[in-house]
């Protein structure tokens, strides 16, 4: 099994993820070959919370162009934690909105 530090990348930090904090869910970076069940035991293990459910998408690449050279950003996998009621918050999370 991998550590949980190999499962939770990052997080993910928009507009969109912000209002999300207020109903409880918390967006992460996650590696592409993780499940939910995975999920929700490492954020569970690195932040100390209680985990109702784990919603999982994966985001394409989009395709980016400088000048006459085509590229493409790299696909990944993003994931969105519900915490249950009882649970306390994410410190992490706490100064940003």
Excluded: C, H
Excluded at 21 to 50: H, M, P, R, S, W
Excluded at 62 to 84: F, I
């Amino acid at each position: 099994m991998k550590a949980p530090q190999d499962i939770i990348l990052k997080p993910v930090i928009t507009e969109k993820s912000m209002d999300n904090l207020q109903e409880g869910k918390y967006t992460f970076k996650v590696a592409k070959d993780a499940n939910k069940t995975e999920i929700k035991k490492a954020v569970e293990a690195l932040f100390g919370v209680e985990v109702a459910k784990v919603n999982t998408l994966n985001v394409k690449g989009k395709e980016k162009r400088v000048g006459r050279y085509v590229g493409k950003t790299a696909s990944w996998k993003k994931a969105v934690v519900t915490l249950t009621e009882n649970s306390k918050a994410i410190e992490f999370f706490e100064g940003l909105y």
